[in-house]
């Protein structure tokens, strides 16, 4: 599974609208405007009036009005610059009129004036109509142009702003604060090429314009032109070394480039610059977290937090962080606040959907990736983990169809591959398995789980050869014991040299039934010319292999370990059949097991308690360690309660550990003898199984047991992720051909159904 954990960065912190210099007439000013998260432009610049007095105006004899005109435009200048914009407007009402009248080139500064005035008290339309007419009388008056571009790069309207910018910048081609502005306008409508042109015009009139170099640098930026971007970034804090927002975005350029120190110390000098900056915080954070650097990743997200408690961004990396701390009931809890304050935040859905999967909340699991998946559809992740979670539900076909799905997404990600292969083998198709695992192979050839998963199924379809070669695979990966047995043992592994004349040391690094299984090629090993065969095992191992043909010594893993290097060599008894060359026509014959006679005798006592009829040992549960025990184990003993029913027949319960207990609850009137509580070791197993006539059994050590002593033996298989050894498709065994009698469970077949088949079957075969 692929889990994965996205950060939403804060990638371009601002697209700043700056203002032009003011001139001599009242203009409207564009101030820096939004933050940009995530890479996505959400400028909405605010529109403020700065009110200046206005031009001199030249009052002679023959004028008497122009001191009148000139007193208005005072007065309404003064109001304006208070914030008394409804009386300045009334004030200005008289000059400017209703409508466009010949004038209107003289009132050009009342106009203007008029047309800030009514932005102030929110009437956009007549500002438009006052600046226009401005224009109209007057088509080279910059300060409307300046204006109206300002007033329509607010409202949005960006088509028109660019439009005003445009004929602005023919008027005034030497200044390269409106080139600049006109840049941001461009950008705004995703003109990326436009705007750079117009950046470069702007610095090749300024070349220290700060806001036209940073804002090249965010164009750069997003074509990934990360050269050039940086070098604009670097001239505006050339220029500016206290410009916070442009050691930000450097430091995010320079963590996608791999140079995490320096990026680390662009996010600290805007952080010097500016400390409540909570994007930098944000970023800092997240660069943390990428270190391992957990604590400090999560103090910064929550300084960030301090200082914009609302700050989803923020919530959703200290989710991230959280989760990798494996703190994660806090970690769901900071996306759930994540998504009330952002419902629409596919990312939070997505990291949601990965905690409570690990939490085993699958059905709210699943409701998470498909939110992830409504709002960003082509979130390949999101697709793969929906279907590890209907996997997780056991349902199958929904599952493969996510994973699927997920590959016309994206069809290079060897994870959702090996999916595939793990469901269409459950399915029952395994060369679709062969080729989905060979898939992921070609996209990652390291891939040890896919590598190991190819090696069991070959191994299942009797291709022997290639199948026990890629099983050696499990040496290489880190997560499993053989990895570590390795290092553990101061001597080579045996990889098929000659033996003669060496000590050999067989190292037990599998379950108790790999050892009864591949116990028979002790003998073979022995007979290859080796001088001395140790087998280490585990105690329960190890009475009963002192007498197996081929082994000199048995041993304790520590006393073994100790002693590794006076050993040749070492090997573990799973990577035999490879190096001695065993087909699926050449498997040598199971294990040959001594029965300890005054074993026997003592369990002829005990047995004999049961009466005459036929004798049938149960074992109804595996390890609960084992990683599929929850499907292959019973959920309780009364499970086989068909079994119940046939006549004359004895049940003797050989079930240890979990579930043992059970076989001691049963009523009297039930003929079972619970021993497992009795049984020391496999030396007593095997002289209780010598005097059954049948084990029924889960896929369990005992199952190899019984097997070996040539004791019929029927293994119930789970439903999902059957043990390799067992083959596919069969109901015998190679491994023990006259012995074992299989009964798969199919996909939606309850255990109790099994049984009943089992029943059936066990009638027909005692004849009762």
């Given at each position: 599974?692929?889990?994965?954990?996205?950060?939403?960065?804060?990638?371009?912190?601002?697209?700043?609208?700056?203002?032009?210099?003011?001139?001599?007439?009242?203009?409207?000013?564009?101030?820096?405007?939004?933050?940009?998260?995530?890479?996505?432009?959400?400028?909405?610049?605010?529109?403020?009036?700065r009110i200046h007095s206005p031009s001199t105006t030249t009052v002679t004899a023959t004028s008497p009005l122009a001191p009148t005109r000139q007193h208005i435009?005072?007065?309404?200048?003064?109001?304006?610059?208070?914030?008394?914009?409804?009386?300045?407007?009334?004030?200005?009402?008289?000059?400017?009129?209703?409508?466009?009248?010949?004038?209107?080139?003289?009132?050009?500064?009342?106009?203007?004036?008029?047309?800030?005035?009514?932005?102030?008290?929110?009437?956009?339309?007549?500002?438009?109509?006052?600046?226009?007419?401005?224009?109209?009388?007057?088509?080279?008056?910059?300060?409307?142009?300046?204006?109206?571009?300002?007033?329509?790069?607010?409202?949005?309207?960006?088509?028109?702003?660019?439009?005003?910018?445009?004929?602005?910048?023919?008027?005034?081609?030497?200044?390269?604060?409106?080139?600049?502005?006109?840049?941001?306008?461009?950008?705004?409508?995703?003109?990326?090429?436009?705007?750079?042109?117009?950046?470069?015009?702007?610095?090749?009139?300024?070349?220290?314009?700060?806001?036209?170099?940073?804002?090249?640098?965010?164009?750069?930026?997003?074509?990934?032109?990360?050269?050039?971007?940086?070098?604009?970034?670097?001239?505006?804090?050339?220029?500016?070394?206290?410009?916070?927002?442009?050691?930000?975005?450097?430091?995010?350029?320079?963590?996608?480039?791999?140079?995490?120190?320096?990026?680390?110390?662009?996010?600290?000098?805007?952080?010097?610059?500016?400390?409540?900056?909570?994007?930098?915080?944000?970023?800092?954070?997240?660069?943390?977290?990428?270190?391992?650097?957990?604590?400090?990743?999560?103090?910064?997200?929550?300084?960030?937090?301090?200082i914009r408690p609302a700050y989803a961004d923020a919530l959703n990396n200290l989710g991230c962080v959280l989760t990798e701390l494996k703190r994660l009931p806090?970690?769901?809890?900071?996306?759930?606040?994540?998504?009330?304050?952002?419902?629409?935040?596919?990312?939070?859905?997505?990291?949601?959907?990965?905690?409570?999967?690990?939490?085993?909340?699958?059905?709210?699991?699943?409701?998470?990736?498909?939110?992830?998946?409504?709002?960003?559809?082509?979130?390949?992740?999101?697709?793969?983990?929906?279907?590890?979670?209907?996997?997780?539900?056991?349902?199958?076909?929904?599952?493969?169809?996510?994973?699927?799905?997920?590959?016309?997404?994206?069809?290079?990600?060897?994870?959702?591959?090996?999916?595939?292969?793990?469901?269409?083998?459950?399915?029952?198709?395994?060369?679709?398995?062969?080729?989905?695992?060979?898939?992921?192979?070609?996209?990652?050839?390291?891939?040890?789980?896919?590598?190991?998963?190819?090696?069991?199924?070959?191994?299942?379809?009797?291709?022997?050869?290639?199948?026990?070669?890629?099983?050696?695979?499990?040496?290489?990966?880190?997560?499993?014991?053989?990895?570590?047995?390795?290092?553990?043992?101061?001597?080579?592994?045996?990889?098929?040299?000659?033996?003669?004349?060496?000590?050999?040391?067989?190292?037990?690094?599998?379950?108790?039934?790999?050892?009864?299984?591949?116990?028979?090629?002790?003998?073979?090993?022995?007979?290859?010319?080796?001088?001395?065969?140790?087998?280490?095992?585990?105690?329960?191992?190890?009475?009963?292999?002192?007498?197996?043909?081929?082994?000199?010594?048995?041993?304790?893993?520590?006393?073994?370990?100790?002693?590794?290097?006076?050993?040749?060599?070492?090997?573990?008894?799973?990577?035999?059949?490879?190096?001695?060359?065993?087909?699926?026509?050449?498997?040598?014959?199971?294990?040959?097991?001594?029965?300890?006679?005054?074993?026997?005798?003592?369990?002829?006592?005990?047995?004999?308690?049961?009466?005459?009829?036929?004798?049938?040992?149960?074992?109804?549960?595996?390890?609960?360690?084992?990683?599929?025990?929850?499907?292959?184990?019973?959920?309780?003993?009364?499970?086989?309660?068909?079994?119940?029913?046939?006549?004359?027949?004895?049940?003797?319960?050989?079930?240890?550990?979990?579930?043992?207990?059970?076989?001691?609850?049963?009523?009297?009137?039930?003929?079972?003898?619970?021993?497992?509580?009795?049984?020391?070791?496999?030396?007593?197993?095997?002289?209780?199984?010598?005097?059954?006539?049948?084990?029924?059994?889960?896929?369990?050590?005992?199952?190899?047991?019984?097997?070996?002593?040539?004791?019929?033996?029927?293994?119930?298989?789970?439903?999902?992720?059957?043990?390799?050894?067992?083959?596919?498709?069969?109901?015998?065994?190679?491994?023990?051909?006259d012995t074992v009698r299989l009964f798969r469970r199919g996909l939606d077949e309850p255990w109790v159904a099994v049984a009943e088949r089992v029943r059936q079957?066990?009638?027909?075969?005692?004849?009762?």
């Amino acid at each position: 599974m692929l889990i994965e954990h996205p950060i939403a960065l804060d990638l371009h912190p601002a697209l700043r609208l700056r203002k032009t210099k003011p001139s001599q007439h009242v203009i409207g000013r564009i101030e820096p405007s939004c933050q940009l998260n995530s890479g996505r432009h959400r400028a909405c610049a605010c529109l403020k009036l700065r009110i200046h007095s206005p031009s001199t105006t030249t009052v002679t004899a023959t004028s008497p009005l122009a001191p009148t005109r000139q007193h208005i435009l005072s007065e309404a200048t003064a109001l304006g610059a208070t914030g008394q914009f409804a009386d300045a407007l009334a004030l200005l009402a008289p000059l400017v009129g209703a409508k466009a009248t010949p004038e209107d080139a003289e009132h050009a500064d009342a106009l203007n004036l008029a047309a800030m005035c009514a932005t102030g008290v929110g009437q956009p339309a007549q500002a438009q109509a006052l600046w226009l007419r401005c224009i109209q009388a007057k088509p080279d008056f910059a300060d409307a142009y300046l204006g109206l571009g300002a007033m329509l790069a607010t409202l949005n309207q960006l088509a028109e702003a660019e439009a005003v910018y445009g004929r602005l910048a023919a008027i005034r081609p030497d200044d390269a604060d409106v080139h600049s502005n006109r840049g941001i306008v461009l950008h705004r409508l995703g003109r990326h090429d436009a705007a750079q042109a117009a950046y470069r015009v702007a610095l090749a009139l300024r070349p220290d314009h700060v806001d036209a170099n940073y804002n090249l640098g965010i164009v750069l930026h997003e074509q990934r032109r990360l050269d050039e971007a940086e070098a604009a970034y670097r001239t505006a804090l050339a220029v500016n070394p206290q410009f916070a927002k442009a050691n930000n975005n450097l430091g995010n350029l320079l963590r996608e480039r791999g140079r995490i120190e320096e990026a680390e110390e662009a996010y600290r000098q805007a952080l010097l610059a500016h400390p409540q900056y909570p994007e930098a915080l944000n970023n800092l954070g997240a660069l943390y977290r990428a270190l391992g650097r957990l604590r400090e990743a999560e103090l910064a997200c929550r300084l960030a937090l301090q200082i914009r408690p609302a700050y989803a961004d923020a919530l959703n990396n200290l989710g991230c962080v959280l989760t990798e701390l494996k703190r994660l009931p806090e970690a769901e809890s900071a996306y759930r606040q994540t998504l009330a304050l952002r419902p629409a935040f596919a990312e939070a859905h997505y990291n949601l959907g990965c905690v409570l999967h690990a939490l085993d909340q699958l059905v709210d699991a699943e409701c998470a990736y498909r939110e992830a998946l409504r709002l960003a559809p082509n979130r390949v992740e999101a697709a793969n983990n929906l279907g590890c979670t209907l996997l997780a539900q056991a349902r199958l076909p929904e599952a493969l169809a996510a994973f699927r799905h997920a590959l016309t997404l994206r069809a290079d990600i060897a994870e959702t591959h090996f999916n595939i292969g793990s469901i269409v083998k459950e399915l029952g198709d395994p060369e679709q398995a062969e080729a989905a695992y060979r898939g992921a192979l070609a996209l990652r050839p390291d891939y040890g789980d896919a590598k190991f998963r190819l090696a069991t199924l070959l191994i299942s379809m009797g291709r022997f050869e290639e199948g026990f070669l890629l099983y050696e695979c499990r040496y290489e990966m880190a997560g499993f014991a053989h990895h570590a047995t390795q290092s553990m043992l101061r001597c080579p592994r045996w990889r098929g040299e000659p033996l003669a004349g060496k000590s050999l040391l067989v190292w037990q690094e599998d379950g108790l039934g790999d050892m009864l299984q591949f116990g028979r090629y002790l003998r073979l090993l022995k007979a290859q010319g080796a001088a001395h065969v140790a087998f280490a095992c585990m105690a329960p191992l190890q009475r009963l292999f002192a007498d197996v043909d081929g082994v000199d010594a048995v041993l304790s893993h520590d006393d073994a370990s100790a002693r590794a290097g006076d050993f040749d060599c070492w090997i573990s008894a799973l990577s035999a059949p490879l190096y001695l060359g065993t087909t699926l026509y050449t498997i040598p014959p199971p294990l040959c097991i001594t029965l300890a006679p005054s074993r026997v005798e003592h369990w002829r006592a005990r047995l004999a308690v049961l009466g005459a009829g036929h004798r049938v040992g149960l074992v109804w549960k595996g390890n609960p360690k084992h990683h599929n025990d929850v499907h292959r184990s019973l959920p309780l003993l009364n499970t086989l309660a068909p079994l119940w029913s046939l006549p004359g027949v004895k049940f003797v319960s050989l079930q240890k550990g979990a579930g043992e207990d059970e076989a001691l609850s049963f009523p009297a009137s039930l003929p079972i003898l619970p021993l497992g509580a009795d049984l020391e070791d496999f030396t007593d197993t095997a002289a209780v199984i010598s005097q059954l006539d049948l084990l029924i059994c889960v896929d369990t050590s005992t199952a190899h047991l019984a097997a070996s002593l040539g004791k019929p033996c029927w293994v119930l298989l789970p439903a999902r992720d059957v043990d390799w050894r067992w083959m596919h498709g069969r109901d015998d065994s190679p491994w023990y051909p006259d012995t074992v009698r299989l009964f798969r469970r199919g996909l939606d077949e309850p255990w109790v159904a099994v049984a009943e088949r089992v029943r059936q079957v066990c009638a027909a075969w005692f004849g009762v």
